[in-house]
Nanobody, 122 residues
Framework: QVQVVESGGGLVQAGGSLRLSCAASGIIFSFNAMGWYRQAPGKQRELVAAISSGGSTNYADSVKDRFTILRDSATKLLYLQMNRLKPEDTAVYYC????????????????WGQGTQVTVSS
């Protein structure tokens, strides 16, 4: 059984930084692609960033050059480093584990965490 747990959200002022973490058990971490998604109130869940097992990455245009997705196989943790945060980045951020990363596109599965709230004040 796969379990996914996110952490690291919080309240930050615009221009600040946060680092989210994701721990996934029940999978072989180094063999699997992972993704970060977010969902703002009244909006659909959207991909923020994804990383393949080999380290290839894919970012939403809105976060390119501000966010970085990282994976640490030693600690089996996935990170999302978020810099220069904007109020429009306010959302619940979700980690997805062991989806399919194909030709630069990440396809999620049902392995979601409970989410972590990120609130950026102006």
């Amino acid at each position: 059984q796969v379990q996914v747990v996110e952490s690291g959200g919080g309240l930050v002022q615009a221009g600040g930084s946060l680092r989210l973490s994701c721990a996934a058990s029940g999978i072989i971490f180094s063999f699997n692609a992972m993704g970060w998604y977010r969902q703002a109130p009244g909006k659909q869940r959207e991909l923020v960033a994804a990383i393949s097992s080999g380290g290839s990455t894919n970012y939403a245009d809105s976060v390119k050059d501000r966010f970085t997705i990282l994976r640490d196989s030693a600690t089996k943790l996935l990170y999302l480093q978020m810099n220069r945060l904007k109020p429009e980045d306010t959302a619940v951020y979700y980690c997805n584990a062991a989806g399919t990363y194909l030709r630069g596109t990440y396809y999620p599965n049902n392995n979601w965490g409970q989410g972590t709230q990120v609130t950026v004040s102006s």
